[in-house]
């Protein structure tokens, strides 16, 4: 494995943590993933077969929180590379991963859990409005922090938005009515969970 990056990720179980994860172990770098101690003793079925395919494929588990300075330190002290996959109620506190990894002084990379739109560049109205300006407010942190970091921007999640027809509220494509923004010829990009997490 000489030449591999050790990569961190932190959300791996969630929505689009398990693609990054698939990704990582794909190309070969040796995965690690924080996770809490209720996420493996205590998992949801999906969740369980989620860990034993993961652990199956070599990844390595680490107990901790995010919100647990020293099991933060503890893990970073032995990756390369971070990646965080929270999801959006957690966004605000990813800052908490950034005095560890200035403690820690190795990370060579950092990719904050910013899969979506360029939240400096877009024009959003609530509810992702409210998000977006989480997310800037970090990117600012970050930018600040000394940390090396990258984000990756890559528009729309296919599996997520397609599915409903980008109808949010919608679990299957809707029979009744459809929402079309403005005259309905606005082109939209969107990109499969796992093309994006090959991108890292």
């Known amino acids: 494995m000489a030449g591999k990056s050790k990569i961190l990720i932190i959300g791996g179980t969630g929505y689009m943590g398990k693609f990054i994860v698939e990704a990582s172990i794909s190309a070969g770098h040796p995965t690690f993933l924080l996770v809490r101690e209720s996420t493996l003793s205590n998992p949801t079925p999906h969740k369980s077969d989620l860990i034993q395919t993961f652990t199956n494929s070599g990844v390595t588990f680490i107990l901790g929180d995010l919100y647990d300075h020293e099991s933060l330190v503890k893990v970073i002290k032995q990756v390369d590379v971070v990646i965080s996959t929270v999801g959006s109620t957690q966004v605000n506190d990813q800052h908490k991963l950034l005095p560890a990894m200035k403690e820690t002084g190795n990370v060579k990379r950092f990719f904050l859990s910013e899969f979506g739109s360029d939240v400096d560049r877009g024009h959003p109205v609530e509810p992702a409005k409210s ?37 949010l509220d919608a679990t299957s ?12 010829n606005t082109k939209a990009v969107f990109n499969t969970e796992e093309d994006i997490a090959t991108i890292l």
Do not use: H, M, W
């Not at 600040?144 to 921007?153: D, K, N, R």
């Not at 029979?175 to 005259?183: E, F, G, P, T, Y």
């Open 131 to 167: 998000i977006f300006g989480q997310k800037v407010q970090f990117r600012r942190l970050v930018e600040a922090s000394g940390v090396p970091y990258t984000y990756v921007v890559s528009n729309c999640f296919a599996g997520l938005f397609v599915r409903a027809l980008a109808q």
């Open 173 to 184: 494509p809707p029979r009744d009515k459809v929402v079309i923004l403005a005259d309905g």
